[in-house]
């Protein structure tokens, strides 16, 4: 089946680090790759997408690069800031008979120290 | 994107009653919208997909009996959890399909005391 794994969080940096948090997926197919971020207390934000190998999604600093021969999607981000703090969520997305299912993975908490 | 609200954000109900959960897509008519449960510090699971003006698919293990999923408009989804117990308490999101992406709600945190 589809699934996607993430690196075990917390992961906690100081302010201008340097940010990876490694996502590897299964699925059979093409699947569309997909980092959202989620606040405390809120829903989850679309961050970035991929939707083909080789594809680099990126936005608001944050990239990742569609890797079919390692099945991966890495988000990175050159230069965290304390308001980056949030969980981030890989997931990858196939179609259904019921609509596009998203598979998340088990999410991985980022803090970020002043 | 779309715009999603979920109403209400937070509420507290006692063990056995019935809570109602609102799913509104503010600016497209969604024909398709998801039932997502999070528990503490884990990943969203995804309960039942809702189909406007059919019956909603539950994913396996949702028991739809409990998890009650009305989607009659292509505004407006509701979730009532029916006979809530302690164990019901968690954090319900929504999310709304267009063409190709899905948009979240804020979600709403029920507690049953």
């Known amino acids: 089946g589809n699934s996607v794994t993430q690196m075990e969080g917390p992961v906690t940096l100081s302010e201008e680090a340097f940010l990876t948090i490694n996502c590897t997926y299964t699925?059979?197919?093409?699947?569309?790759l997909f980092w959202y971020v989620q606040y405390p207390g809120e829903g989850l934000q679309l961050l970035l997408k991929?939707?083909?190998?080789?594809d680099k999604g990126s936005n608001k600093g944050f990239e990742a690069t569609y890797r079919k021969e390692t099945t991966s999607f890495h988000l990175e981000k050159g230069s965290v800031q304390v308001s980056d703090s949030a969980v981030y969520f890989c997931?990858?997305?196939?179609?259904?008979?019921?609509?596009?299912?998203?598979?998340f993975g088990a999410g991985t908490i980022l803090r970020v120290k002043s | 994107g779309a715009v999603v609200s979920q109403h209400p954000s937070r509420v507290i109900c006692k063990s056995g009653t019935s809570v109602k959960i609102e799913c509104r897509s503010l600016?497209?008519?969604?024909?398709?919208m998801f039932w997502y449960r999070q528990f503490p510090k884990q990943s969203l699971m995804l309960m039942a997909t809702?189909?406007?003006?059919?019956?909603?698919?539950?994913e396996q293990g949702v028991e739809k009996d409990k998890f009650l999923i009305n989607h009659a408009s292509l505004t407006l989804s509701t979730l009532t959890v029916t006979s809530a117990h302690p164990e019901d308490s968690s954090f319900y999101i929504c999310?709304?399909?267009?063409?190709?992406?899905?948009?979240f709600g804020p979600g709403t945190r029920l507690t049953v005391t």
């Open positions: 999310s709304v399909q267009d063409s190709y992406e899905q948009y």
């Open positions: 991929a939707t083909k190998a080789d």
């Open positions: 600016d497209f008519q969604a024909t398709t």
């Open positions: 699925a059979t197919g093409y699947p569309s």
């Open positions: 997931a990858l997305r196939k179609a259904g008979w019921y609509g596009n299912k998203l598979v």
């Open positions: 809702s189909n406007e003006g059919s019956k909603a698919t539950y």
